[in-house]
């Protein structure tokens, strides 16, 4: 069964930091990319931050000079630094894979709150 296990989510007070951590296994196809999505109450899910398999990253504008995607083969990281309130959501591992055809696999998400 194919699976994106996240973890590392909680509870931080603004300008704290979290990691997270997502293993990606039994995927039938070969990962091109991977990255974080989040998606807050009311609003649609967007893209955090993706990094392929040559190690390019990109980054949402909101979200650059404080949040660091890595990679190390079928985990993806997030470090989060200078958390903010409006960073909470649900935080959702990604997987693209080739060829083009092959599907996108998400994760079950984790959820990061960040009080002021």
């Known amino acids: 069964q194919v699976q994106l296990a996240e973890s590392g989510g909680g509870l931080v007070q603004a300008g704290g930091s979290l990691r997270l951590s997502c293993a990606a296994s039994?995927?039938?196809?070969?990962?091109?990319?991977m990255g974080w999505y989040r998606q807050a109450p009311g609003k649609q899910r967007e893209l955090v931050a993706t990094i392929t398999n040559g190690d390019n990253t990109n980054y949402a504008d909101s979200v650059k000079g404080r949040f660091t995607i890595s990679r190390n083969g079928a985990m993806v990281f997030l470090q989060m630094n200078n958390l903010k309130p409006e960073d909470t959501a649900v935080y959702y591992c990604?997987?693209?894979?080739?060829?083009?055809?092959?599907?996108?696999?998400w994760g079950q998400g984790t959820q990061v709150t960040v009080s002021s």
């Open positions: 039994r995927l039938p196809f070969t990962i091109q990319s």
């Open positions: 990604n997987a693209k894979t080739v060829p083009s055809w092959s599907p996108t696999y």
